[in-house]
């Protein structure tokens, strides 16, 4: 009740204090120039997560099977090449080139090789993402079940395709929303050679340890890696190839054991966005340790995870084609990928 009487009837000191608020108010409203205040400017707006297009991501699986086989000193290899240089260019990234020369694990002969990279949105803030997938394919599809065909070359479909068409869908994206952060777009050259050999490795991985040692001056170095590969498999079972307790007829990508040694934050951010986003080939077991081209970058210092199905029935054989993948199983891996860029 005494409150109450207080503000029916104001005391004077009360009115002079309330006065004395009032000028300064007024005062404080004049600094700002012109009598009228200043408003704050406002925040910058957040990037638009761009969707991704599952139909033109396999369009481009089917165009880099298209060119054959993309193997070392082939035409289609060469082919091939020009075209992934020419889609990151159009997409607006800085495109960098890493030439190399290496015999591998299948041949004796010295072959030329080429990483290709694209640089996107690298004056932007933030930690540097490199997203990578090798594009050749193997030269030997020694997994073959029929013994006649294990000297062919491997279309990689699934294993080189479908993990570069996801990647260039996203530098697709890039076009609608730039990224909030520094993005590298890395294709490697010459992962899928390996084989028995002295050879580090044993020949596998060579253009991303040659590329991890070599690393260009003018390309910022990734202070987290993610590597896609063998992304594309379709659920439909091929009654000619598979081994059992090898590979399934699932699309499964489980939790690849060096990637969650090395980087066992990163794959857990990676895995929940998928969940969140009902992606129900990511699973949360544990797979194979992969010698894959993360490896180099983890051992290098950077946290790197692999997103991997292994194996699909059809890895390392002739049946590594576009009618063995799926659609839905890019549109899986290139969504989480742009949750991850955009949305975290």
Same mark, same amino acid.
């Given at each position: 009740?005494y ?8 005391? #004077?000191r ?11 108010l007024?005062?404080g ?11 704050? /400017?406002?925040a910058? /707006?957040? /990037? =638009?997560?761009p969707?991704?297009?599952? %139909?033109?991501?396999?369009?481009? !699986?089917?165009?880099?099977?298209? &060119?054959?086989?993309?193997v ?7 082919r091939?090449?020009?075209? *992934? ?9 800085? #495109?960098?080139?890493?030439? +190399?020369?290496?015999?591998?694990? *299948? ?12 640089? &996107? ?10 997203? %990578?997938?090798?594009?050749d394919?193997?030269?030997? $599809? ?10 062919? /070359? ?6 080189? $395709?479908?993990?570069?068409? #996801?990647?260039?869908e996203?530098?697709r994206? +890039? ?6 952060r520094?993005?590298?777009?890395? !294709?490697?050259?010459?992962?899928? =050679?390996? %084989?028995?050999?002295?050879?580090p ?25 993610i590597? @896609? ?15 059992? %307790? ?5 699309f ?8 969650l040694? $090395?980087?066992?934050?990163? @794959? ?13 080939? +990511? ?37 590594d084609?576009p ?7 890019l ?5 989480? *990928? !742009?949750?991850f860029?955009?949305?975290?």
């Amino acid at each position: 009740m005494y409150v109450n009487a207080i503000w029916q009837v104001p005391s #004077v000191r009360m009115m002079r204090l309330l006065a004395t608020l009032s000028v300064i108010l007024t005062l404080g409203a004049s600094c700002g120039g012109g009598g009228e205040v200043v408003p704050a /400017p406002p925040a910058p /707006p957040a /990037p =638009q997560r761009p969707a991704f297009d599952a %139909g033109r991501a396999f369009a481009d !699986l089917e165009a880099q099977v298209a &060119f054959g086989p993309r193997v070392p000193g082939s035409d289609a290899h060469e082919r091939c090449e020009q075209f *992934l240089r020419q889609r990151l260019a159009e997409a607006g990234a800085r #495109v960098v080139t890493h030439d +190399f020369r290496s015999a591998t694990a *299948l041949s004796d002969t010295e072959y030329d090789f080429t990483n290709v990279l694209g640089v &996107f949105a690298e004056d932007a803030p933030g930690d540097v993402l490199l997203l %990578g997938a090798h594009w050749d394919s193997r030269a030997k $599809a020694d997994e073959d079940p029929d013994p006649a065909l294990r000297d062919r /070359p491997v279309p990689g479909a699934n294993d080189g $395709a479908s993990g570069v068409a #996801v990647l260039l869908e996203i530098a697709r994206a +890039f076009q609608t929303s730039e990224p909030p952060r520094p993005v590298i777009i890395a !294709l490697f050259d010459a992962e899928d =050679q390996g %084989g028995t050999s002295p050879m580090p490795y044993a020949g596998w991985i060579i253009g991303s340890r040659t590329l991890v040692a070599e690393w260009p001056n003018d390309v910022p170095w990734p202070d987290e890696m993610i590597l @896609v590969d063998l992304v594309g498999g379709d659920e439909e079972h091929n009654p000619r190839v598979g081994t059992p %307790g090898l590979s399934n007829d699932v699309f499964d990508l489980k939790m690849e054991q060096r990637s969650l040694q $090395a980087a066992p934050d990163l @794959v857990d951010r990676i895995w929940t966005i998928a969940e969140r986003r009902g992606h129900e080939g +990511f699973e949360r077991t544990v797979g194979h340790a992969i010698t894959d081209d993360h490896v180099p970058f983890i051992e290098a210092g950077v946290p790197a995870v692999d997103i991997i199905e292994f194996v699909p029935p059809e890895w390392h054989t002739v049946d590594d084609t576009p009618e063995h993948c799926s659609a839905n199983s890019l549109e899986q891996v290139g969504d989480t *990928l !742009l949750e991850f860029i955009y949305g975290e």
